[in-house]
T-cell receptor, first 108, second 113 residues
Framework: GENVEQHPSTLSVQEGDSAVIKCTYSDSASNYFPWYKQELGKRPQLIIDIRSNVGEKKDQRIAVTLNKTAKHFSLHITETQPEDSAVYFCAASSATRFGAGTRLTVKP | DAGITQSPRYKITETGRQVTLMCHQTWSHSYMFWYRQDLGHGLRLIYYSAAADITDKGEVPDGYVVSRSKTENFPLTLESATRSQTSVYFC????????????FGSGTRLTVV
C-alpha cells in the first residue's frame, strides 16, 4: 500500500523566513496531493493541493511543488508569520494516507 | 464547516463497552473516512467508504466496525473498547474529484478508562 513520509518532524524559523516541508510517497498511482494545517485543538484544514498533471501551484505565500519522477512533493511558506505556527500534514491520494506531520514554530 | 458534523465531541467509556461515533455530512459526498489521531502518529486511516454500502479497511481497522447504509452517515463502532483506542477521531468526506480536498469534522475525543 501507499507509504507517505514527511520531514522534518519539527521546524522552527524566525518570522519573515521561509519554511519548507517535504514529503515522499511510494505509489506511482497517486495523483492528488493535499496539504493540511492543523492548529492546536482544531480540525485539519486544507491549505493547498496539487494534482499530478501540474508541477507547481502557488497561493499567496504558500506554494507546493511536485516531482513525479522522484515521488516527492514539498510545501513552501514564504515570509512566515507567527500565525503560521501549526502542525502541517501532507497526504497522497491512492490510499488517503497522511504523513506524520511537521510542527512548525514561527518565532516573532 | 457545518456540512460535516461529528457527535459526540467528547466521550468517556469503560473498557469492554461498545461505543458508536457518529458522522453526518450534508454535501452528498461519495467518499467518507475515519481517522484516528494520536500524539506522534499523525492521522491514521481506520476505514473508508466510496459510496453507500461500500466500505474498505484502512491502515488500522482492528477493533472497529463501520457501516454506511445512507450516503450522508458513516458511523464508527468500537465493539469492545480498549484503552489503546483512547484517541481523537476525525471523520472526513470528499467528492469523487476531491475538488475541495478532504473536509474534516470537528473530531471526537474518546477516552477509554
Amino acid at each position: 500500500g501507499e507509504n507517505v513520509e514527511q520531514h522534518p518532524s519539527t521546524l522552527s524559523v524566525q518570522e519573515g523566513d521561509s519554511a519548507v516541508i517535504k514529503c515522499t510517497y511510494s505509489d506511482s498511482a497517486s495523483n492528488y496531493f493535499p496539504w493540511y494545517k492543523q492548529e492546536l485543538g482544531k480540525r485539519p484544514q486544507l491549505i493547498i493541493d496539487i494534482r499530478s498533471n501540474v508541477g507547481e501551484k502557488k497561493d499567496q505565500r504558500i506554494a507546493v511543488t511536485l516531482n513525479k519522477t522522484a515521488k516527492h512533493f514539498s510545501l513552501h511558506i514564504t515570509e512566515t508569520q507567527p500565525e503560521d505556527s501549526a502542525v502541517y500534514f501532507c497526504a497522497a491520494s491512492s490510499a488517503t494516507r497522511f504523513g506524520a506531520g511537521t510542527r512548525l514554530t514561527v518565532k516573532p | 464547516d457545518a456540512g460535516i458534523t461529528q457527535s459526540p465531541r467528547y466521550k468517556i467509556t469503560e473498557t469492554g463497552r461498545q461505543v458508536t461515533l457518529m458522522c453526518h455530512q450534508t454535501w452528498s459526498h461519495s467518499y467518507m473516512f475515519w481517522y484516528r489521531q494520536d500524539l506522534g502518529h499523525g492521522l491514521r486511516l481506520i476505514y473508508y467508504s466510496a459510496a453507500a454500502d461500500i466500505t474498505d479497511k484502512g491502515e488500522v481497522p482492528d477493533g472497529y466496525v463501520v457501516s454506511r447504509s445512507k450516503t450522508e452517515n458513516f458511523p464508527l463502532t468500537l465493539e469492545s473498547a480498549t484503552r489503546s483506542q483512547t484517541s481523537v477521531y476525525f471523520c472526513a468526506s470528499s467528492n469523487l474529484d476531491r475538488i475541495y480536498g478532504y473536509t474534516f469534522g470537528s473530531g471526537t475525543r474518546l477516552t477509554v478508562v
